[in-house]
């Protein structure tokens, strides 16, 4: 079964910092790129970050550029995503999710986890 | 940056109708190897996103051929035929022309 499973999250404060993580079981993780998806509770979804196969090109939007970063351990069959400086409107669900194929770009995302939960709040 | 603008934002549909969801982009999807990177999502009630269809109108594995998808450049719609009570929750397009975006989403319940 193709399987995603996001962790790391939680409450902190605006200015702090938290890791997420997403295990993958399933599939070849070094076959695909993966990529962070968030949601607001009762809101749209916003694309964060997408990393291809082996880590070595990662792409963010411009919300989140040069405070998260996104990053890949194949042989942990693991992503991470790193996120510094949080503000309130980064609060939400994070979905890890794959890529339809190597590259982070021009794809789908075609499997996606049950998402983490981040709350930015003094 | 690719801002996606859907159509309506809800709508109540009788089992057994149509209903078509149009999605409209701010820059042409089509890129120079002549694929548009448009796609439409389902999330379901409680669920994670499932995809649906992948560039305009290719049907994911596994998706009832009710749903259909069309459009060109900036312009866009996802069909649903012969709609079911499974097929409520909200539907986003999403673009991967430039980076990713998404649209709002539209929200389909049942009469």
């Known amino acids: 079964e193709l399987k995603l499973v996001e962790s790391g999250g939680g409450l902190v404060q605006p200015g702090g910092s938290l890791r997420l993580s997403c295990a993958v079981t399933?599939?070849?993780?070094?076959?695909?790129?993966m990529h962070w998806v968030r949601q607001v509770p009762g809101k749209g979804l916003e694309w964060v970050s997408g990393i291809n196969w082996n880590g070595g090109t990662i792409a963010y939007a411009d919300s989140v550029k040069g405070r998260f970063t996104t990053s890949r351990d194949n042989a942990k069959y693991s992503l991470y995503l790193q996120m510094n400086s949080l503000r309130v409107e980064d609060m939400g669900l994070y979905y890890c999710?794959?890529?339809?194929?190597?590259?982070?770009?021009?794809?789908?995302?075609?499997?996606w986890g049950k998402g983490t939960t981040v709350i930015v709040s003094s | 940056e690719i801002v996606m603008t859907q159509t309506p934002l809800s709508l109540s549909v009788t089992p057994g109708q149509s209903a078509s969801i149009s999605c409209k982009t701010t820059q042409s999807l089509l890129h120079s190897d002549g694929k548009s990177y448009l796609y439409w999502y389902l999330q379901k009630p409680g669920q994670s996103p499932q995809l649906l269809i992948y560039e305009v109108s290719n049907r994911f594995s596994g998706v009832p051929d009710r749903f259909s998808g069309s459009g060109s450049g900036t312009d866009f719609t996802l069909k649903i035929s012969r709609v079911e009570a499974e097929d409520v929750g909200v539907y986003y397009c999403m673009q991967s022309r430039q980076l990713y975006s998404f649209g709002q989403g539209t929200k389909l319940d049942i009469k």
């Open positions: 399933g599939f070849s993780i070094d076959d695909f790129a």
């Open positions: 999710a794959r890529g339809g194929w190597p590259n982070w770009q021009y794809h789908y995302m075609d499997v």
